[in-house]
């Protein structure tokens, strides 16, 4: 799961702001919202498989990231 404490919420909202807008607008319909493709592709203008490409491409994304960020926040944790 992508939500979890507070602080993890924050990290993925800071990342999610730097996305492209019709990332953001992909990804929140689909997770936040809950739409299936077809809804989402509707609402948006765009073709189903083209919805889906912008979901994943936003959730590889923040996921790489948020692991980057992790992964400085341990190198600075381990230096001090």
Do not use: M, N, W
């Amino acid at each position: 799961e992508i939500f979890g404490t507070r602080e993890q919420c924050q990290r993925v909202l800071a990342q999610l702001r730097r996305l492209k807008p019709e990332l953001q607008v992909a990804f929140v319909l689909r997770h936040v919202e809950g739409l299936g493709y077809d809804e989402i592709a509707e609402l948006v203008g765009a073709r189903a498989p083209a919805v889906a490409a912008r979901v994943k491409t936003a959730e590889r994304t923040l996921i790489d990231r948020l692991a980057q960020e992790e992964a400085r926040a341990d190198r600075k944790g381990s230096s001090t």
